[in-house]
């Protein structure tokens, strides 16, 4: 997934949003009117580029409910490397 294709639940269309999973808020980057948010996932980060309206509600170590954007998402064989689909 590419970080612009991770969004906070709700903020994304019900059709193409995923199911929600928990998140925590490691670091927030700004940018102008958007941001790099890098959320820890179980054991791993991820990034996500949001909107810096979205960010009135979380900040660093808060917990996030994610999306990801289904109509977005791309599978590849692991040990082959070709996409799936």
Request: charged share 30%.
């Amino acid at each position: 997934m590419r970080p612009e294709d991770i969004h906070l639940a709700g903020t994304l269309e019900a059709a193409r949003a995923g199911p929600p999973f928990a998140a925590r808020v490691e670091v927030i980057e700004l940018l102008g009117a958007r941001a790099i948010v890098t959320f820890a996932v179980g054991g791993a980060e991820i990034e996500a580029v949001l909107e810096e309206r979205q960010l009135e509600n979380i900040g660093e170590n808060a917990e996030a409910s994610l999306v990801l954007d289904h109509h977005r998402l791309h599978l590849f064989d692991g040990e082959r490397g070709e996409k799936l689909g």
